[in-house]
């Protein structure tokens, strides 16, 4: 079946290790996206890439890194996870065309303690 | 960006219609209006967008003002599955552009 996959589904992280959030897509998308939801806060855009080999920051970019490899897969790593990065994190995917809708991934809920 | 603005709740009865507002008086020209929506623990969904004209499909309506400053939602016959937070949502002109979603309604059914 087409479309987002993410791994892990959930995960509790010590402060101050290393994580990477996978995301994959079949879809054969250009852009890619990284979102967290906290609540009350809704979706905040974290970083994307518009194609295979190009990123850029979103509103809170800080404490993550991304790199767009191919055009398949898009993973975000956290260097040294703290508390305040608690949260669950969607992945998602668009064609580029401006009109084009997003396709997201079902999320990673991630605990750091 | 072009902002955009939701009341936070608002319910309806199972089998009516829900009519989502939003207002977005800063919209430029080329730039779409979508809505999504997001029900507990999933990933957000893809519904329905338009530039300024008011647009039909499978899930729902979309209902956009002539002068675009702010559109309306409409699920026809609303059931307990469409509870969830719908987000209004602008696009910024060009290709690849990103979505800033805000806080969204939560549409509340009751039977």
């Known amino acids: 079946i087409a479309g987002i996959t993410q791994a892990p589904t959930s995960q509790i992280l010590a402060a101050g290790r290393r994580m990477t959030l996978r995301c994959t897509q079949d879809?054969?998308?250009?852009?890619m996206y990284w979102y967290r939801q906290d609540l009350g806060l809704g979706l905040r855009l974290i970083h994307y890439?518009?194609?295979?080999?190009?990123?850029g920051k979103g509103e809170v970019p800080d404490g993550y890194s991304v790199s767009r490899a191919n055009t398949d897969d898009f993973p975000l790593t956290l260097a040294s996870a703290v508390p305040s990065q608690t949260s669950v994190y969607f992945c998602?995917?668009?064609?580029?065309?401006?009109?084009?809708?997003?396709?997201f991934g079902n999320g990673t809920r991630l605990t750091v303690t | 960006d072009a902002k955009t603005t939701q009341p936070p709740s608002m319910d309806c009865a199972e089998g009516r219609a829900a009519n989502l507002p939003c207002n977005h008086s800063?919209?430029?020209?080329?730039?779409?209006v979508y809505w999504y929506r997001q029900i507990h623990s999933q990933g957000p969904q893809y519904i329905i967008h338009?530039?300024?004209n008011n647009e039909t499909n499978e899930m729902a309506s979309l209902i956009i003002t002539e002068d675009r400053k702010s559109s309306t939602l409409i699920l026809p016959h609303a059931t307990l599955r469409d509870t969830a937070v719908y987000y209004c949502?602008?696009?910024?002109?060009?290709?690849?552009?990103?979505?800033?979603f805000g806080k969204g309604i939560t549409l509340s059914v009751r039977p």
């Open positions: 998602a995917s668009s064609d580029g065309n401006r009109r084009s809708p997003l396709h």
């Open positions: 800063t919209i430029s020209g080329n730039e779409y």
């Open positions: 949502i602008v696009r910024v002109a060009g290709a690849n552009s990103k979505l800033t």
């Open positions: 338009g530039l300024k």
């Open positions: 879809m054969r998308h250009n852009a």
């Open positions: 890439s518009n194609t295979a080999g190009t990123t």
